[in-house]
């Protein structure tokens, strides 16, 4: 159990407290081993008790015990430093990377597939940089020979959620997962039987709430460095994946090389 992991997917059940400490543990995991809950607690402006409650609700039996488990899923960073920008880039994405690795499921992915196999259509959404990612997934799954369609417009896709049915699919890349147009444009595609599936950085929040199949990834905000601005790093690996998985079907594959030769990309 990575207890790092654990505190992402369940940051939005967190009171206000215990999201401090949680943002602190994310932070700064390299300094949790050699720190004892007194120290956490200072450094906080929390308690004992509350982290030691936080601790629990995470799935650790014990401080201890969080700090042993922290230990066991670290993943090396290179030290900030203005002459080695090149290996500080390239810890930040391999934190990223390594993080949401732990987070995929592949039995979840083999349920996707058969998902997007079972529909008719294909409706990719998101808002704001999400909606870079969403309109990228959207041209490879047609490019695979799959009716898919992106939307990032507010407007357009709640029209397009209310004409859905049984046999559309939305697929949604939302990292907070609280977007209103987001929640909306799901909220009405459910209520006409639309199957949903969701990207996104949290467990409990309205967009995985109404979601048929949830995959997780890192949220990079965690990663506490200020320099780098790709929000979506984590949802393109995610991305990349999926569109892989899809190709072991020679369906998709031959179809995706059809596009590229059509576009003069091979």
């Not at 014990?62 to 042993?68: E, P």
């Not at 390594?98 to 992915?109: E, G, P």
């Not at 506490?224 to 079907?249: P, R």
Request: proline share 2%; glycine share 4%.
């Amino acid at each position: 159990m990575n207890p790092l992991v654990a505190i992402q997917k369940n940051y939005l059940t967190f009171s206000k407290r215990e999201r401090i400490i949680a943002d602190y543990i994310l932070q700064n995991s390299p300094k949790i081993n050699n720190m004892k809950i007194t120290e956490l607690a200072h450094e906080t402006s929390t308690s004992c008790a509350t982290i030691t409650r936080f601790v629990k609700k995470i799935g650790c039996a014990g401080y201890s015990d969080m700090k042993v488990n922290i230990g066991r899923h670290l993943i090396k960073n290179v030290s900030k430093n203005d002459d080695n920008i090149l290996n500080e880039v390239f810890s930040f994405y391999q934190t990223v990377i390594k993080n949401t690795q732990q987070m995929i499921d592949m039995n979840m992915i083999k349920q996707f597939v058969n998902l997007l196999k079972e529909q008719k259509h294909i409706i990719v959404i998101g808002s704001s940089s999400s909606g870079v990612s969403a309109s990228t997934f959207g041209l490879r799954l047609m490019r695979m020979g799959l009716d898919a369609q992106s939307f990032i417009d507010p407007n357009w896709m709640k029209m397009r959620a209310s004409i859905s049915n049984s046999d559309d699919l939305f697929l949604a890349i939302s990292n907070s997962g609280t977007t209103d147009c987001i929640v909306d444009t799901l909220t009405t595609a459910k209520e006409n039987k639309a199957k949903i599936v969701s990207i996104t950085s949290y467990m409990d929040n309205p967009v995985a709430q109404v979601s048929d199949l949830v995959f997780h990834v890192y949220n990079p905000r965690f990663a506490n460095n200020e320099k780098f601005i790709n929000s979506q790093f984590s949802n393109m690996y995610l991305v990349d994946i999926l569109t892989s998985c899809l190709q072991e079907d020679s369906h998709f594959k031959n179809a995706m090389r059809t596009t590229r030769i059509a576009v003069n990309d091979i």
